[in-house]
């Protein structure tokens, strides 16, 4: 299913533009054999799964003719299981002629609630992602999308886009909030800390957060990785680590975050 970009209604492409790349996402029982697809049709894996960001979402290909494309196995903020939310999408899309080719894309009001929570991923709430997912709706559009929010696991960032709240209990709480403010990269990390749910998660994070990331590394430098370069790179992180535990870095302050709580004036214009 394409999503964004030029899968969007024409009249919501001439206010966003087309991009740059294609975004797609996949039922995850589909997701090897999408890949595997990928990969003999010359598509190279240029950032995987779970270095491509903090929710792990997204990996992306890149071929030397069709350009990039970012592989989604799930939206982040749609909480739901991963399965039953594709099969909800699955059920309400639309068929958009993309390339010459007949594409199913998301329905009107799912796709608007996927712009809204990338709005408040990038923490643009005055950009035109808001406008489109929610700011420029009209009552009924917007019904559809607040119901969509709540029957596909999205409170979270769907109240934080839409009401004066700061801070929204569950899942990824911490996170949501600090992107919704357009926090520091620091800051979302501490932000993820306060957010583990289990031992598992928080060995996971410790890993990302102190191992170097060579795909980061890569794309950072423009050029082919060596020794050296990850050798300075794991100095770094393991500096920035130590600095973080013995709060030299001021990432244990928390300002702003739970000074309100989930109600609030509905956040109705569109700047």
Request: aromatic residues 8%; contains cysteine; hydrophobic residues 40%.
């Amino acid at each position: 299913m394409h999503i964004k970009g030029h899968a969007l209604d024409a009249a919501s492409r001439s206010q966003r533009g087309g991009g740059t790349d294609v975004d797609v996402l996949v039922a995850p029982q589909d997701q090897s054999a999408f890949e595997e697809q990928l990969r003999a049709g010359g598509w190279e894996l240029i950032t995987s799964f779970r270095s491509g960001s903090f929710f792990g979402h997204a990996a992306t290909y890149y071929h030397p003719v069709w350009g990039t494309t970012d592989l989604h196995r799930w939206i982040p903020g749609l909480e739901r299981d991963p399965h039953v939310t594709f099969e909800a999408l699955w059920q309400t899309r639309q068929p958009r002629e993309l390339g010459g080719a007949e594409c199913a894309v998301p329905s009107d009001h799912h796709h608007r609630l996927i712009l809204l929570l990338h709005a408040v991923r990038n923490g643009a709430l005055g950009g035109v992602d808001y406008r489109l997912g929610w700011g420029q709706l009209d009552g009924p559009l917007r019904s559809a999308v607040r119901h969509a929010a709540y029957a596909l696991g999205a409170h979270v960032p769907f109240l934080l886009a839409t009401t004066e709240a700061e801070h929204v209990p569950g899942r990824s709480a911490h996170l949501w909030s600090t992107m919704m403010r357009g926090r520091p990269t620091t800051e979302q990390w501490a932000a993820r800390f306060k957010d583990v749910e289990s031992m598992r998660q928080l060995v996971d994070l410790i890993h990302d957060a102190v191992v170097a990331n060579r795909e980061h590394l890569q794309l950072e430098l423009g050029r082919q990785v060596v020794a050296s370069d990850m050798v300075r790179e794991q100095l770094r992180r393991a500096g920035a680590a130590a600095r973080w535990v013995f709060g030299l870095g001021g990432l244990s302050r928390r300002p702003g975050l739970g000074s309100r709580g989930v109600r609030g004036t509905d956040r109705s214009h569109s700047s």
